[in-house]
C-alpha cells in the first residue's frame, strides 16, 4: 500500500472513529491458511462440501474427516499475522467497536482482538447433531489418528480451512469416532454451504 493510500485510510479512521470490521480468507492468506478463491473470483480446487451431502452421506464424512485429519495440523498451528494485530491494536485504541469475520480459524482473538463475531463458526469445535454437545477439534483428532494410524504416515498439500488435497486413498476404510455421549454423529462447528436446487451453490447456509 502506497503512502497516498495510507493517508487516505490513516482520515477514514479518524473521521469514523466507531468502526464495524468485516474480514474474510484473505486476511489469513498470510498466516499460511490457503483461500478459497483466486483473484478473478474463481474456485481453486473444488468446491466446499456442503451440510446435505456431509449429513446425508456417510461416504461423504468418511471423506471430510480423512482429509481434515491431515490439514488439521497446518490449520491449528497457524498464527495470527501483521493485519490480524493492527485491527486488535485498533480496537483497544477505540476505533472499532465489533469485527464480524467470515474465518473459522479464530486468529483474530488470539491476536487479542475481544468484539468479535465468527459468523462461520469455529473450525477449534465440533458438535454432535444428534444431542448437541461440543468438544474440542484438537480432542477428535486424537480420536481420529487412534482409529486411523495410517493417516500419520502421508504427506499431502494443505486447502482451505483445515482440508488437505487426499488421492489415491480408500475412504471406505476411513473410521469416524462417534459423540461419547450418544453415538451421533460429529461435525465441525462451522457453516456448511446449502444446495437448494441444482446449479451454484445458494446463499442459504446451516448451522445447527
Not at 484473505?26 to 483461500?35: E, R, V, W, Y
Not at 495440523?73 to 469485527?99: C, T, V, W
Request: charged content about 20%; overall charge neutral; glycine content about 6%.
Amino acid at each position: 500500500m502506497n503512502v497516498a493510500k495510507i493517508d487516505k485510510l490513516h482520515e477514514f479512521i479518524r473521521y469514523y472513529p466507531r468502526l464495524v470490521v468485516l474480514t474474510g480468507a484473505g486476511i489469513s492468506t498470510a498466516s499460511g491458511i490457503p483461500d478459497y478463491r483466486d483473484a478473478k473470483g474463481e474456485w481453486k480446487l473444488q468446491q466446499p462440501m456442503t451440510f446435505t451431502e456431509f449429513t446425508r452421506s456417510h461416504h461423504a464424512r468418511q471423506r471430510y474427516w480423512a482429509r481434515s485429519a491431515l490439514g488439521w495440523p497446518l490449520f491449528d498451528s497457524a498464527q495470527p499475522n501483521e493485519a490480524h494485530h493492527a485491527l486488535a491494536a485498533l480496537e483497544r485504541l477505540g476505533y472499532i467497536k465489533m469485527l464480524i469475520t467470515q474465518n473459522v480459524d479464530r486468529l483474530h482473538q488470539c491476536a487479542g482482538h475481544e468484539k468479535t463475531i465468527d459468523l462461520h463458526g469455529r473450525l477449534d469445535e465440533v458438535i454432535c447433531l444428534n444431542c448437541g454437545e461440543i468438544l474440542p477439534r484438537q480432542q477428535l483428532q486424537q480420536a481420529l489418528i487412534r482409529a486411523n494410524p495410517s493417516l500419520a504416515e502421508i504427506k499431502t498439500s494443505f486447502a482451505p480451512d483445515g482440508d488437505a488435497q487426499l488421492e489415491h486413498f480408500d475412504f471406505n476404510s476411513m473410521v469416524i469416532p462417534e459423540c461419547t455421549q450418544c453415538e451421533g454423529v460429529l461435525k465441525p462447528n462451522v457453516v456448511f454451504l446449502v444446495r437448494t436446487y441444482p446449479g451454484p451453490e445458494s446463499a442459504l447456509v446451516c448451522r445447527p
